[in-house]
């Protein structure tokens, strides 16, 4: 099951913790999801019917990275954990992607959702390029390693314990989260609005600078654009300057997570950007 309030069975204009919301209706009242419901009855089948009675543990991405920058349900996380402490199984936070205030409000993925995981996994912001990686979790999951042997030949190695701890004062010097948020916020606005113009672009989502754009064959269908002209676009954009990832169960959406130190003008430039490759696109549609 996947929690996806755009192409999934249910969705509305009011679920996400975004400033831009799907373009499906929604006739839900202020504080009320039924999209969340739905997707929680299905979980809770899922937890019935597909895994044993108690459960090991339970990890789940704030906001889903490689799969498209999936936003869920605002109510989801928080209703799904504990439905897996009610099995006995403990909650995991992969905070790979999210972490270090990448999404803007808050400094961990997490908090967004009003959850407190048993388990942090963290990685990529947390050494800005150094290869490293951290577990955080409690003392009592932590005690329970020492019950058997645990080995790892690079762990608590001094080089990087130096560079995770430069990281954090860089975050916290040159005020990133702050940018994250304003900037984030400037540029999921930007593509939204090319959202307006064009057909191919499904949906826009995203927190912070966590942003994702589907595309689309056309809106009323939300069939995936084809492979070749995701291709195109993407090269386009490479060759005018701009690096997207990409990312979707079709491979369909445009992953954007630039550095935490970009300014107004580099995603202006992005925006422009994107909108020259789409104009491309649109002109070889019609010479078609």
């Not at 990275?65 to 439905?83: D, H, T, W």
């Not at 990281?167 to 900037?183: C, F, G, P, T």
Request: glycine share 10%; net charge negative; proline share 5%.
């Amino acid at each position: 099951m996947l929690p996806d309030v755009f192409r999934g069975p249910w969705g509305g204009s009011h679920c996400r913790d975004s400033l831009v919301q799907t373009i499906r209706k929604c006739s839900c009242s202020q504080g009320c999801c039924e999209a969340n419901d739905q997707y929680i009855e299905q979980f809770k089948d899922t937890l019935s019917t597909c895994v044993p009675k108690a459960i090991a543990g339970f990890i789940a991405e704030p906001i889903q990275g490689v799969n498209g920058v999936i936003q869920y349900p605002k109510r989801f996380l928080k209703e799904a954990f504990q439905l897996v402490r009610e099995r006995g199984g403990v909650c995991i936070a992969d905070e790979v992607q999210t972490g270090f205030g990448r999404t803007g409000s808050h400094f961990w993925g997490f908090q967004t959702h009003g959850v407190v995981p048993d388990i942090v996994t963290m990685a990529k912001g947390i050494g800005n390029g150094f290869p490293m990686a951290a577990v955080v979790t409690t003392p009592e999951i932590a005690n329970s390693l020492a019950q058997n042997l645990h080995f790892n030949t690079f762990g608590g190695n001094p080089m990087a314990c130096v560079v995770g701890s430069a990281v954090l004062d860089a975050i916290a010097e040159d005020s990133l989260q702050k940018n994250s948020k304003e900037v984030g916020t400037y540029m999921l606005l930007e593509f939204a609005k090319l959202r307006e113009k064009f057909e191919i672009i499904g949906d826009v989502r995203g927190k912070g600078l966590m942003i994702g754009i589907e595309m689309v064959k056309n809106k009323d269908s939300c069939e995936p654009l084809p492979a070749e002209e995701m291709s195109q676009i993407w090269e386009d954009c490479k060759d005018m300057g701009v690096l997207m990832g990409r990312g979707g169960i079709y491979n369909q959406t445009f992953r954007v997570k630039p550095p935490m130190c970009i300014t107004k003008q580099d995603a202006a430039f992005a925006a422009e950007v994107f909108h020259a490759a789409l104009m491309r696109h649109l002109e070889r549609t019609v010479a078609s």
